[in-house]
């Protein structure tokens, strides 16, 4: 987007317990309805950090809908696809009806972050678009 000027369109916070999704281990319905199949497999490999892995993951899938500003209406919340960068920068890869919802409100990206502390998850969402 060189040379164009992008603004903020919306911002998104959200926080999960982590002790909250202990039991939801990889074959747990909760597991399988929220996350793709390349989110589980990521979960899998976290090995004793499965869990603030979760509650970062599904964290940052809520931070995205308040970003948006529109909730999760019209949407399920494994459109919303969190991957990493080999460095392991998280990264959103909407798709279905959160693509169209995003790109509905004029937001090109949503850049995230995710941070773990004191047994909690936290996601910030930026959504960023053009004038």
Do not use: N, W
């Not at 999960?16 to 939801?24: A, N, S, T």
């Not at 950090?49 to 949407?75: D, N, P």
Request: aromatic fraction near 8%; proline fraction near 4%; glycine fraction near 12%.
């Amino acid at each position: 987007m060189e040379g164009l000027q992008t603004m903020i369109r919306g911002i998104g916070v959200d926080m999960c317990e982590i002790e909250r999704l202990q039991d939801k281990g990889p074959e747990s319905s909760f597991v399988k309805r929220f996350f793709t199949p390349e989110e589980q497999a990521y979960l899998q490999s976290r090995g004793a950090a499965y869990a603030r892995s979760l509650a970062g993951l599904y964290a940052a899938k809520e931070a995205y809908a308040k970003a948006l500003g529109c909730g999760i209406r019209g949407f399920a919340l494994q459109e919303v696809e969190i991957l990493h960068t080999p460095e392991g920068q998280p990264y959103y890869r909407p798709q279905g009806q959160a693509l169209a919802r995003q790109l509905e409100r004029g937001i090109e990206e949503v850049l995230l972050s995710i941070s773990h502390e004191a047994g909690l998850a936290l996601a910030f969402a930026l959504a960023r678009g053009g004038e």
